[in-house]
């Protein structure tokens, strides 16, 4: 018989096995060519020739992300060939005992990785190329492109980078299956099937401690940075990283010993139809693969971490967006004549703001954040340690700032002509400096005590900015300001405009870019909103590309081990057959093995999330992102899709194999 015509029949005949390696290939093919082409075809490539640097630094960055995929992708394309090599070595043995040379069995095998490598390629460059479309689309309207244009493509050198990265993996896969049949001797190969791996830990009363002392450092862990999180210093930090690394490690590598004990102390349960036999299974199989199974659930940690976070920052923009730009540009004019600067430029301001206000900006040593921080100075000081508090803070009339309200579509300030109010939207020194407030603090400006209106600051913009965090404006009663004993004086004028046409704005700021920010700093709603898009854009790109990789790195490993533990299990199951167990019985005990394999590091994984999340939360609401829900359910989502395919098609491989 051909070489040819033994490595088809050897696949027909090991698809079970190769269920796995192969639904794991396709996803690596269809994922990575789909990622690298979603910014090389069609419109996003049109925008990549073009001047559109948001949609450049995202390509570019796609890129980046591709070479540590390609990377992962390979090591677990290695791995999960390394699984079915093992579990054919004795084959590989009777073939060389027929007297078959090894070169002739290497050829076998070349053959075997190129079936399976181009029916790979050709499926996942097929799906691939069909989701590509989908996901320029999705690119495009986070980029807020038109898509009139919108026309079926392939990009060709996204084709070009995943067949060459593919081949190449191919190429060291079949190297690799070279040497394992030349160096291993006959009998090596012929007993290999014989040879079971051991289990780390066999003492029950040390697997018993080591439990219950990594599962009280996740506790701690998850306390310190769950609830306590933001008080955290770098190095309480970094120990509680350690803590947790360590102890998902040794969990894993006593928890076999830990859960034999438990279950068999239980008699009721433990002694339950097949209970007995499917907490063994188990807990043989955790024994046996606790290392895998701790970076299995730190890999799946991560993989949710990313799509929570990233979720969430996504929709937190999304949905700020249209607060923070409620016109068209907002400037801060060193000039103290407005209208003499834009006509001195060419570019009156009835050439191209449809309306707009024009507000005198007043400073002076008498409002200083020193002022507005009271006795929390101190406090401040010990979280911004390079921050100057005797900054001067812009200060408004209280009727020029109700007409900033008017225009932004907000809520009057009312105040007594005693009081004064702080718009800042810096939510990590605003918390500090509601405390002053609420306490009274009282603020004299040139002689006039002055009590707060609120006891909080407002918590709005007046400069468009992509970012919150300035140091805010000072709103006074318009006596104060009036007054000829006020020793304020104006600064700059702050404008708010919207555009006559987009082509008269675009003119404008192109004008006001050659000036510099020596004579004018502005803001437009055009450029946060790009800057936001963009950013957004490639946050949720990279978190999704490489949580994907995670997640399918994570299920393909569990998916082999649980294939080749089929095989070595397969015996049971008949012995169970033989004494009258019926089928269902036995479906039912391989599948709860199966999910029991899935779901445990999965529940840690999860339960680190949390704590994770809740870190990552009271840190992300210092710049105002507060709700992550909607992040953290597209992220199961994501998670139930992928991992949930990989269980079903593992299941049905097991059935197949152990023969129910």
Not at 29 to 41: D, E, R
Not at 120 to 136: E, H, K, P, R
Not at 401 to 416: A, F, K, P, S, V
Request: aromatic content about 12%; some cysteine.
């Amino acid at each position: 018989m051909r070489s040819f015509d033994i490595a088809l029949k050897n696949i027909r005949k090991s698809r079970s096995d190769y269920s796995i390696y192969f639904f794991t290939l396709i996803l690596g093919v269809t994922i990575f060519y789909m990622f690298n082409a979603v910014g090389t075809q069609g419109m996003m490539k049109e925008a990549m020739c073009s001047s559109n640097a948001a949609v450049q630094n995202f390509v570019k960055v796609i890129g980046m992300v591709s070479v540590a995929v390609a990377i992962i992708f390979g090591l677990l394309i290695i791995y999960a060939n390394n699984f079915l090599i093992k579990r054919r070595k004795k084959e590989f043995g009777i073939y060389m005992l027929l007297g078959m040379s090894p070169s002739k069995v290497s050829r076998i095998l070349l053959y075997e990785t190129c079936i399976v490598g181009f029916f790979s390629l050709v499926i996942g460059i097929a799906l691939g190329v069909v989701a590509s479309q989908c996901l320029s689309v999705i690119v495009a309207k986070m980029f807020v492109m038109d898509l009139s244009d919108f026309r079926f493509d392939i990009s060709g050198r996204a084709l070009v980078m995943t067949l060459l990265c593919f081949i190449g993996i191919y190429i060291v896969v079949f190297l690799l299956n070279k040497r394992s049949v030349r160096k291993n001797k006959l009998i090596d190969l012929l007993t290999a099937a014989k040879k079971s791996e051991k289990t780390v830990l066999r003492n029950t009363g040390l697997s018993v401690i080591l439990f219950v002392i990594s599962a009280a450092c996740f506790i701690y862990v998850w306390i310190r940075i769950g609830f306590f999180g933001e008080d955290l210093t770098r190095n309480g930090f970094l120990a509680c990283i350690v803590i947790g690394f360590v102890s998902t490690f040794m969990f894993f590598r006593s928890a076999g010993g830990f859960l034999q004990k438990a279950c068999s102390s239980c008699n009721s349960f433990y002694r339950r139809g097949l209970n007995a036999f499917v907490v063994r299974q188990f807990t043989s199989g955790i024994g046996t693969s606790s290392i895998s199974m701790a970076v299995i659930s730190l890999l799946l940690f991560l993989a949710l971490l990313f799509f929570s976070t990233g979720f969430s920052i996504r929709n937190y923009v999304n949905t700020r967006l249209g607060n923070i730009t409620p016109v068209d540009i907002t400037m801060d004019l060193f000039s103290l004549s407005p209208e003499a600067f834009f006509e001195e430029n060419g570019i009156p301001m009835d050439e191209w703001a449809a309306d707009h206000i024009q507000i005198p900006i007043s400073k002076g040593s008498d409002v200083t954040v020193s002022a507005l921080l009271g006795d929390h100075e101190a406090e401040a000081t010990e979280n911004f340690r390079m921050a100057d508090w005797g900054a001067m803070v812009g200060v408004m009339r209280l009727s020029d700032y109700n007409m900033i309200e008017d225009m932004y579509g907000r809520g009057r300030l009312r105040m007594e002509d005693d009081e004064y109010a702080f718009i800042l939207d810096f939510d990590l020194l605003g918390e500090i400096v509601n405390r002053s407030l609420e306490e009274g603090n009282v603020l004299t400006v040139s002689g006039t005590e002055l009590h707060p209106a609120y006891d909080h600051v407002i918590p709005e913009c007046v400069l468009m900015s992509g970012l919150e965090a300035n140091l805010g404006i000072v709103v006074l009663p318009d006596r104060v300001l009036d007054s000829p004993d006020c020793t304020l004086e104006v600064v700059s004028n702050f404008i708010a405009a919207n555009y006559l046409s987009e082509e008269a704005g675009d003119r404008m700021t192109g004008i006001l870019d050659e000036i510099g920010e020596n004579a004018v700093f502005y803001t437009t709603k055009k450029s946060i909103r790009t800057s936001s898009i963009s950013i957004t854009v490639i946050i949720v790109f990279v978190v999704l590309y490489l949580g994907i990789v995670f997640v399918i790195s994570s299920a393909a490993i569990i998916g082999l081990k649980m294939l080749s533990d089929s095989i070595d299990s397969a015996s049971h199951f008949t012995i169970l057959r033989n004494i009258g167990t019926s089928g269902p019985e036995r479906k039912k005990a391989l599948f709860v093995r199966v999910f029991s394999f899935f779901m445990f590091p999965l529940v840690i994984a999860i339960l680190n999330t949390l704590a994770g999340v809740s870190f990552v939360k009271g840190f992300m609401s210092s710049i105002g992102m507060i709700n992550m829900g909607q992040g953290i359910v597209l992220s199961l989502f994501i998670m139930v899709l992928i991992y949930g395919g990989y269980f079903l098609t593992t299941y049905e491989g097991c059935r197949k194999i152990v023969g129910i």
